[in-house]
């Protein structure tokens, strides 16, 4: 799943270590998501979005809505 966890955090000047705590899970999460290893819960999913003040649509990307951007 696409996102724009990376961008997000950058904007905001936090390390991956930073946006691990203020979220409870690890470095290597954080790591993961943003490169698309790994689809959070959706309760991450939600701390997220609210950490961020966007919607969940906004920050994460299924496959068909990267698609039809493209378009």
């Known amino acids: 799943m696409k996102n724009t966890v990376r961008i997000l955090r950058s904007e905001k000047g ?25 689809d ?11 950490l961020f003040g966007r ?3 906004d920050i994460f990307l299924d496959g068909e809505a990267s698609a039809q951007a493209a378009e």
């Open 55 to 57: 919607r969940i649509e």
């Open 14 to 38: 936090w390390s991956q270590a930073e946006l691990a705590d203020l979220l409870n899970v690890s470095r290597q999460s954080v790591n993961a998501i943003e490169t698309g290893r790994y």
């Open 40 to 50: 959070p819960s959706l309760p991450l999913a939600f701390a997220i979005a609210r």
